[in-house]
């Protein structure tokens, strides 16, 4: 009863197809076509498929439900795009959509024992492993996603928050930064200024592309992440670009472009040498180029320099005729930037309430003079005070015991 629906669902899954891809269903599908053939000579290769199959599952949770539901509400496809780009999908595939999820939370809700005894009595195998049962309502739980798309997004997007480029594809970050705000001490009114323009992304409203700009060590992609990490929930994603892949931006803009998230462009420690060709690609796409970001995307780029495009003071003299005009186009690129936030160095004042902060926060309670003072003292070994820098003076403590 219950293989011979299994093999006919899956065989027919035609919105959710690519569920035969995943390692465990596909195994699955292997029993389900060997009990077909119901050859009993075949009994000691029918019960490894078997073991085979629940071997994968259990690396993946012991629950077959459970792994279904996730496969759903995860997969990136053909109807899922429709809905999130709001388009009109006809009545055929709906049907097939109502079809196909009927069939599969009936295969969520099966009972597990069941399904075994029924291959066991097939090939007269003996004790097969199984696996846990589930009761999770995968019909409701597909059309609430569908609702909250512009939350939740698909595909990887759903499963992932944060990504880089390789390849020049979108590729996620299996273990991201997990860096949180409350981690973070000082800069609460640079910090604040990125909050309100991600938020005004996340609410559709225009937001500006940001420069992050100051001293190395003062948290400026420290914040960056923590921010993602904080609003991944309302639908923020990160995109990480290194700057010999800027010229991949117009493909990943167009890549992105219909999805209901919103993401940040992420470039870390950004300038150019004065005859970088990534100095065009990043400074058409800021302003003037065809490729324009679109209301799902903002830039945001960190750098330890005011101005990205490094000169020297024999380019200043140059042998150009129009050398105020060569240099306005290298100065020009800073200013492309709707939102430049500066973090400065702490002083000594600003340093010490880092460290106090760190400090409590991994209960080490040591005399307060004496915690300045070795602070004070690792500060200059290090060449200067900064949340970097503080934050290694309280790691060797720790290390110390």
């Known amino acids: 009863m219950y293989l011979e629906k299994w093999l006919e669902g899956l065989s027919c899954l035609t919105i959710f197809r690519n569920l035969l891809d995943n390692p465990v269903i596909a195994s699955l599908y292997r029993c389900l076509r060997s009990w077909e053939t119901r050859d009993w000579s075949r009994s000691a290769a029918a019960t490894a498929l078997w073991c085979e199959f629940v071997s994968l599952l259990y690396q993946d949770g012991a629950n077959l439900g459970d792994l279904i539901c996730r496969l759903v509400l995860e997969d990136d496809n053909f109807y899922v795009h429709k809905k999130a780009w709001g388009r009109e999908v006809p009545t055929e595939v709906e049907d097939c959509l109502k079809k196909e999820l009927v069939f599969l939370q009936d295969m969520v809700q099966s009972e597990p024992g069941l399904v075994c005894q029924e291959y066991e009595r097939c090939f007269a195998c003996m004790s097969l492993p199984s696996w846990q049962s589930c009761s999770r309502a995968l019909i409701q739980e597909y059309a609430q996603r569908l609702t909250a ?107 992105i472009a219909d999805n209901p998230l919103k993401f940040i462009l992420f470039i870390d420690d950004l300038s150019f040498s004065e005859d970088d060709e990534n100095y065009a690609a990043l400074k058409a796409i800021l302003e003037g180029s065809a490729s324009v970001c679109s209301k799902n995307v903002a830039i945001y780029a960190t750098s330890n320099r005011r101005h990205l495009v490094r000169e020297t003071f024999s380019q200043r003299q140059g042998d150009l005729v129009h050398v105020n005009d060569t240099l306005q186009e290298l100065s020009s690129l800073s200013a492309r930037f709707g939102l430049t936030i500066t973090f400065q160095k702490p002083d000594r004042t600003q340093y010490l309430q880092l460290v106090q902060g760190l400090a409590k926060e991994y209960n080490l309670f040591l005399p307060e003079q004496e915690l300045f003072q070795q602070a004070e003292a690792f500060a200059i070994r290090k060449n200067g005070r900064s949340p970097r820098t503080a934050k290694q003076f309280i790691t060797s403590l720790i290390a110390k015991g």
């Open 149 to 255: 798309l512009d939350r939740c997004g698909y595909g990887m997007y759903s499963k992932y928050h944060m990504f880089h480029i390789r390849d020049g594809h979108i590729v996620p970050i299996a273990h991201p930064d997990s860096q949180s705000l409350s981690q973070l001490y000082g800069y609460e009114r640079e910090r604040q200024m990125i909050i309100e323009n991600t938020r005004s992304l996340l609410q559709g409203r225009a937001a500006n592309n940001v420069l992050l700009y100051g001293d190395a060590g003062t948290g400026k992609s420290s914040s960056v992440k923590a921010i993602v990490n904080a609003y991944k929930e309302q639908g923020l994603r990160l995109i990480e670009i290194k700057k010999n892949q800027l010229w991949h931006l117009p493909d990943i803009l167009e890549a």
